[in-house]
């Protein structure tokens, strides 16, 4: 009886300490958890993108040429440092191990369209440079900065050292309009996107922000929407972002305070995605209108259409059935069915009116009626797409879009030269859909060298001395990475994220001290 006691008293003590343990544990979890959550919340509130912008910070000795140790691999270079670029480079490099990179740049320094035309305010969208640095980092991937191709070496010269040559140089040019007055008096989007955001080739645009309380924007699409976006933003909420301080100072005296958006067809043809239109219908102290009788046919369309696109028009109709109000502060119009013919403005270049057809839909079509319609403004700005310019007289050019000649990424007429992104397939599509076609772009291009005998090439050894000789001033990757980390040196000084250096020839500088 007393052994059966002491028996129950040792398993009632075994439990309750058990217990204790148990309870132990898991007040332990609960703390982990929470700083877990402390840490994440924490790294939420930092911008991503300042993570990993700089290329790499040590000297390009620590990293081997294309050429050296691995003389026997296959060499592959890229043409464009953009997301086209390096997710092609990303790919490749995971794929075959075998596979050496080398990345050739006009600019200075990398990244492209995500450096200098996201908009500043999306510093998000620049979440995927961690990715670029991380491939720029690799043992078998280089960058340089600084030349031209087409210029300072051609692609038939570039394959000459390389087993393939992958172009991915984007698209720099804009579309044209094609009506009078535009040369003189209507300003690029594009251009006013580069200048915002510190791309030194625009850094001298001097747009007439100071006497233009109106400004029409042509074209509907997200750029357009994110130049109407700043602007209309107070200049007190961009001093953050990484807009040059020459531009912030041009913006403090804009007196924009009417923005009108123009598109040639209807409210469900907008090509601006939902989060661009959402950013407008908060912007704080900025009434957006859009004229009711332009959302006629939403209804029909709403309970048909795909989720994403259902969503975009509900927003569109909502705001096309607010009551009209007298707008007296910071104003966005959207104007539909309207085409510009012509535009009017002074000597010196600023607008003063422009001229716009009204059309009419047939089968989804813009059809110009006979009707117009005359509207004052101060300032003119084009946004009706980007295109590729002709960079090398040796690549084969599609004229009306300005894209390379290709078929699934395979140059014609060119073996082993290949185009992705935008040089390939014209400017469509975001940062995402550049990322799958690259991707298949490397894929199509490992097919093909595995499919072939491929005799031994000198790369990089051989391209950097022929651009030596040739007296151009190559941007090493260390000198591409300090460039970036002066920037975010002087940004840091002045309490926002970078401070960009506008002019090339200052880059260059910064790179000679480096590379000295």
Known sequence: MMLTNLTQRCCTVIRARKQCSHNRLIASQNVLQKLVLNIRSAAALLPRAQLSTVVHSTSDSSKSSSTGSSSGATKVCIIGSGPAGFYTAIKLLKNDSSVYVDIYEKLAVPYG????????????????????????????????????????????????HYHAVVLASGAWGDRKLGIPGEADHVVSARRLVGWYNGLPQDSGLQPPLYDAQHAVIIGQGNVALDVA???????????????????????SRSRVTRVTLVGRRAPQHAAFTIKELREMTKLEGVALTINREDCHQLT????????????????????????????????????????????????????????LALNRLEDDRAVATNDTEVLPCDLVLRSIGYVGT??????????????ISNTNGRVTGMEGVYATGWAGSGPIGVIASTMTDSFTCAQTL???????????????????????????????????????????????????????????????????????
Do not use: W
């Open 390 to 403: 002709r960079f090398d007289s040796s690549l084969p050019y599609t004229e009306h879009n300005g894209t």
């Open 300 to 355: 029909k369309l709403i309970p048909n259409a795909g989720r994403a696109r259902r969503r975009l028009l509900e927003l569109l109709l909502s705001i096309g059935e607010q009551p009209v109000k007298a707008v007296t502060g910071r104003h966005c119009v959207m104007k539909f069915l309207r085409s510009p013919t012509a535009v009017t403005g002074t000597k010196d270049g600023r607008a003063t009116s422009i001229t």
């Open 113 to 160: 369209l995500v450096r200098y035309g996201v908009a500043p305010d999306h510093p998000e969208v620049k979440n995927c440079i961690s990715a670029f640095s991380a491939a720029a980092n690799k043992e078998r991937c280089n960058f340089y900065g600084n030349i031209s191709v087409g210029s300072d070496i051609t692609v038939p010269e570039l394959r000459q």
């Open 446 to 516: 490992l097919a093909d060298l595995a499919a072939s005998t491929q005799e031994p090439k000198q790369g990089s050894d051989a391209v950097l001395q022929l651009l030596r000789d040739r007296g151009v001033h190559v941007v090493s990757q260390a000198a591409a990475s300090r460039i970036m980390q002066v920037e975010e040196e002087r940004g840091a000084a002045a309490g926002k994220l970078r401070e960009k250096i506008t002019s090339h020839d200052a880059m260059l500088n910064v790179a000679a001290a480096t590379d000295a």
């Open 229 to 251: 976006r700043i602007l209309l933003t107070p200049v007190d909420k961009l001093r953050k972002l990484d807009i040059p301080e020459h531009v912030l100072e041009q913006l």
